[in-house]
């Protein structure tokens, strides 16, 4: 798929892609950093992926759906052919609930930045590497963990 039919199907809103093409968006150095994200997303119990329109900036995304979270996507995965990027919604609970002294200054600083809507804030990150991948889907599983009251994740602990 040339360079241009893959941009296109990123930011034509009329065809719908499959994750698989928005996948292919992904730069090839960054690519391992995001399908790791997508697997390890996808082996946590009640998670689905939907692509949809999310508008400018975003376009076509890859939304991780979670039972427990009905209101809203537990993550997105934005594929920019650029440089893809996590999106995270955090509650108020979730951000208090995170160890953010121990957090790397630019991951720490991301969150307290973000955007707030409703109570929300959406904390967006560029992804730069499969290390840094891991560190932002554990603080995403400890979104998860404060909507399904699971509070040795949600403290920093692990499953």
């Given at each position: 798929?040339?360079?241009?039919?893959v941009r296109s199907a990123w930011n034509d809103r009329f065809r719908k892609p499959t994750a698989e093409v928005l996948l292919s968006l992904v730069p090839k150095a960054l690519a391992?950093?995001?399908?790791?994200?997508?697997?390890?997303?996808?082996?946590?119990?009640?998670?689905?992926?939907?692509?949809?329109?999310?508008?400018?900036?975003?376009?076509?995304?890859?939304?991780?759906?979670?039972?427990?979270?009905?209101?809203?996507?537990?993550?997105?995965?934005?594929?920019?052919?650029?440089?893809?990027?996590?999106?995270?919604?955090?509650?108020?609970?979730?951000?208090?609930?995170?160890?953010?002294?121990?957090?790397?200054?630019?991951?720490?600083?991301?969150?307290?930045?973000?955007?707030?809507?409703?109570?929300?804030?959406?904390?967006?990150?560029?992804?730069?590497?499969?290390?840094?991948?891991?560190?932002?889907?554990?603080?995403?599983?400890?979104?998860?963990?404060?909507?399904?009251?699971?509070?040795?994740?949600?403290?920093?602990?692990?499953?």
């Amino acid at each position: 798929m040339s360079s241009t039919s893959v941009r296109s199907a990123w930011n034509d809103r009329f065809r719908k892609p499959t994750a698989e093409v928005l996948l292919s968006l992904v730069p090839k150095a960054l690519a391992p950093a995001v399908m790791r994200l997508r697997s390890e997303a996808l082996r946590e119990g009640g998670v689905s992926e939907e692509v949809g329109w999310q508008g400018v900036p975003w376009h076509w995304t890859i939304a991780f759906h979670h039972e427990a979270m009905a209101s809203r996507p537990w993550f997105y995965i934005v594929p920019k052919p650029e440089k893809p990027l996590l999106v995270v919604p955090f509650t108020r609970e979730a951000i208090a609930s995170l160890p953010l002294r121990r957090l790397l200054k630019p991951v720490r600083e991301a969150i307290m930045h973000a955007r707030e809507v409703d109570g929300v804030r959406w904390v967006q990150w560029g992804i730069e590497s499969k290390a840094q991948a891991e560190t932002l889907l554990k603080l995403a599983k400890a979104q998860l963990a404060v909507a399904t009251g699971d509070a040795a994740v949600a403290s920093g602990g692990e499953r």
